[in-house]
């Protein structure tokens, strides 16, 4: 999938002001917080109202044109819950199945099947309405697979679970990635949740995506040294500190800023000077909140 330019206007407002970016195989998350577009960017991914300007291309369709086509590949769970109470979980998503173009035996089997991955097979013909939060996320999602879909487009799935049931649904959407070959666009505003579940993210600001990238890569932007040691953690800050570095101490590891290289040199004499083990000194890779925060910065 590919966005190049990408403009959308709701009235007097920007939802999106010129956002390129690409989508690969794997898990990606679309990370922003509430406003930044996410929404509006999974909209027309669906094809369901025409950007102002740009292009995009999904499964090489342009959903604006070919907005049907598009939405038979594609499998949608959106973030609000509309599920009708008093039909049964198997019955629901059969009928889904069915409306995304299966024969009725095929999309029985495929309801069955999917209700089954999502850990809810023994589940599957009670009536959505005496299902848990976590249970009705879990029935949009396998409504979302039954079809196979080539493309998971996923809407803040974890909101209104608790931990427990939040671990076992990035588990099962990392899973769907990684083993099911259906690739995953993960639109959130949680961090933790994108940089533990994606291999790759867009991150979106004021409708503008101002970093992407694999996670590797945008790991990489880091800088500096993180040293872990023996003891005497602040007498060797002190020592780095005298020769011009900043330094940082959490107990018995500290984070040397600066060029990784000219560091590492001045640790190790330090170090030595003072006859302070070492037991891990490496160059210090970025969060995404650091990448986050960063592209914040360059936001408009």
């Not at 025409?50 to 049907?68: F, H, K, N, Q, R």
């Not at 959505?128 to 196979?148: E, F, P, Y």
Request: hydrophobic share 45%; net charge negative.
């Amino acid at each position: 999938m590919r966005a190049t330019g990408l403009v959308k206007l709701w009235g007097a407002t920007t939802a999106l002001a010129g956002a390129s970016f690409e989508v690969g195989s794997g898990v990606t998350g679309l990370l922003g917080s509430n406003g930044a577009g996410k929404t509006t960017v999974l909209g027309l991914i669906l094809g369901l109202h025409p950007p102002d300007g740009g292009t995009i291309e999904v499964l090489g369709l342009d959903p604006a044109t070919a907005g049907a086509r598009v939405r038979e590949r594609l499998g949608y769970v959106p973030e609000h819950e509309a599920l009708a109470p008093d039909v049964r979980a198997h019955d629901l998503v059969r009928h889904l199945s069915e409306v995304h173009g299966l024969p009725s035996r095929e999309a029985t089997a495929r309801a069955s099947d999917a209700l089954w991955l999502v850990g809810l097979g023994e589940e599957r013909h009670r009536p959505v309405g005496t299902m848990s939060t976590g249970q009705r996320q879990r029935v949009k999602l396998a409504a979302a697979l039954a079809h196979d879909p080539a493309l998971l487009l996923l809407d803040e799935p974890t909101n209104g679970l608790d931990p427990m049931q939040r671990e076992e649904m990035l588990a099962l959407i990392r899973r769907i990635g990684s083993e099911l070959g259906i690739d995953v666009v993960l639109s959130s505003h949680l961090l933790e949740e994108v940089e533990r579940t994606c291999d790759a993210t867009v991150i979106l600001a004021a409708g503008q995506v101002v970093a992407s990238g694999s996670m590797d890569a945008l790991r990489s932007g880091g800088s500096g040294l993180v040293v872990d040691v023996d003891g005497g953690a602040e007498l060797l800050a002190g020592r780095l500190r005298t020769d011009g570095f900043a330094v940082s101490v959490d107990g018995l590891r500290l984070v040397v800023e600066g060029a990784a290289d000219a560091g590492a040199d001045a640790v190790r004499d330090a170090a030595a000077a003072q006859r302070i083990g070492l037991r891990r000194v490496q160059a210090r890779t970025a969060t995404l909140e650091d990448v986050f925060l960063a592209a914040g910065d360059g936001a408009p």
